[in-house]
């Protein structure tokens, strides 16, 4: 046979256009796209569907150190279980060292977590939290050239979140690397502060987390962030941005000609701060950093996408199991928001609400929805063309999605680890319902039907610039 798998019919959809055409499959690449391809071992029937790169979740936290007693929902089998159900074929988790490691153990470790786990391909990210001579003159650079070509560093936490200084220091790591520098943006003092004057009033409700946690908070942490990279002379990424505050900060330097991409997610398109505002502990299921704002900021991501303002749309999939004293409910959570564990799961869930409330409703194209899922994703952390695009000599990377496909949200009915989703109840309109990772079929009508973990980690290249 000429291929092994030739897909029929499809819409194929990339980030500059969308085409009919049959795409044919041999050993996991895709050789061609064309009508009248000829034989092959198999055949999808895709009429009536979209045929979109697989998606690519650049923002995900898996099996991470969470603090003390606190233990993570997901493990790599179910996270990326969960993600192929959701679209997804490639996710880009955190690696984040314990309290006993230095830099390079902890990604030796996170390898033998995913090794052999994996329903979908998987590259990691590097979370700096420690600046000694060992991590900046060491081991820092030896992962970047390695493969590893991004990291994070934060503004908030107490154990994680870098001074001023710090996160120079590690910028300058980063322009002598050609790496991307990752940055959570809120004031952890001004945070600090606020949770006082909370407590000492009795708000300890799941509720003040949004109110201690307000849109100055990252406005402020945003603008020093990208102060500090037209310092050191280095691109960054500002993460999970969900106010227009914080937007606008991130349009003025561009104007002053820095280079710095924005990240929004789904819980800033959809949801508020008053889902926060629940009967008893139930909002602490919304619980996440930054929280939620108001309809107005919800308002002002949706334009920075349709404006192409953000490159990236992620999941910032961080789950934690409500019901469980390790996790939503650990000890002290319930006298205090502050000890709430911060994060909510998502991964599965990503891409059905942009294409139902985007696509669907016709604030974005197909090619924007391709853009913002999966191909900006690659090119912005070093995986294109292998991956976040349908052309020839690309991963057979694909997800079949029908546009017509209505269903509703359910915690039954997904697979991540969690025992709960912030959407229950939300409708939908269209659904990956086949996904194909590197062209062996591992979803197919909604179904799991390769149940081989046969996912890799991906070394990556030096950061693109999104076209």
């Known amino acids: 046979m000429q291929y092994d798998l030739i897909i029929k019919g499809a819409e194929v959809v990339s980030a500059s256009d969308v085409s009919r055409a049959d795409i044919g499959i041999q050993d996991g690449v895709i050789k061609a796209l064309g009508l009248d391809l000829g034989d092959a071992a198999r055949t999808l029937e895709a009429e009536g569907l979209y045929a979109l790169p ?196 991130i349009r003025r330097a561009r104007l002053r000609g820095v280079r710095v991409h924005a990240e929004t997610c789904p819980q800033y398109l959809t949801l508020t701060a008053q889902d926060l505002d629940r009967t008893g502990f139930e909002g602490a299921k919304y619980v996440c950093s930054p929280p939620p704002r108001d309809e107005a900021n919800q308002a002002a991501c949706w334009a920075g996408l349709e404006q192409g303002e953000f490159e990236l749309y992620s999941s910032d999939h961080c789950p934690f199991v409500f019901d469980s004293n390790s996790g939503k409910k650990v000890e002290g959570s319930e006298r205090s928001f502050r000890h709430i564990p911060n994060g909510i799961p998502g991964v599965e869930t990503r891409l059905p609400i942009l294409f139902s409330e985007g696509v669907v409703k016709g604030r974005i194209s197909l090619s924007q929805f391709a853009a913002l899922t999966a191909t900006n994703h690659a090119k912005l952390y070093g995986l294109y063309p292998a991956k976040g695009t349908l052309a020839v000599g690309s991963d057979a990377d694909i997800t079949l999605w029908d546009p017509a496909y209505q269903t509703t949200i359910r915690q039954s009915d997904l697979h991540h680890g969690s025992d709960y989703t912030p959407w229950e109840g939300f409708g939908i309109t269209g659904w990956p319902i086949t996904t194909l990772s590197r062209g062996q079929v591992i979803v197919e009508n909604r179904q799991l039907v390769n149940k081989d973990c046969h996912g890799k980690h991906l070394a990556r290249s030096l950061p693109g610039l999104p076209d």
């Open 54 to 249: 697989g998606g690519i979740d650049s923002h995900v936290h898996i099996s991470q150190p969470s603090g003390p007693g606190i233990v993570m929902a997901d493990d790599f089998e179910s996270a990326t279980r969960s993600a192929v159900f959701g679209g997804n074929t490639t996710i880009m988790p955190f690696c984040l060292a314990e309290d006993d490691q230095n830099l390079r153990e902890a990604v030796d470790d996170y390898h033998e977590k995913a090794s052999g786990n994996c329903h979908i391909d998987v590259s990691f990210h590097l979370i700096v939290n420690k600046v000694d001579s060992q991590t900046l003159g060491q081991h820092l650079p030896a992962l970047l050239e390695a493969g590893h070509s991004s990291f994070k560093v934060f503004m908030t936490y107490p154990g994680m979140r870098l001074s001023d200084r710090e996160i120079l220091d590690v910028m300058a790591v980063a322009k002598r690397h050609c790496a991307m520098v990752m940055v959570h943006a809120e004031n952890e003092d001004a945070i600090d502060f606020l949770r006082d004057e909370a407590e000492m009033v009795g708000d300890i409700a799941p509720y003040h987390h949004a109110t201690t946690r307000p849109v100055p908070v990252e406005r402020e942490a945003t603008h020093r962030a990208i102060s500090l990279a037209e310092i050191a002379g280095v691109p960054l990424t500002i993460v999970h941005v969900s106010n227009g505050e914080a937007l606008d900060e």
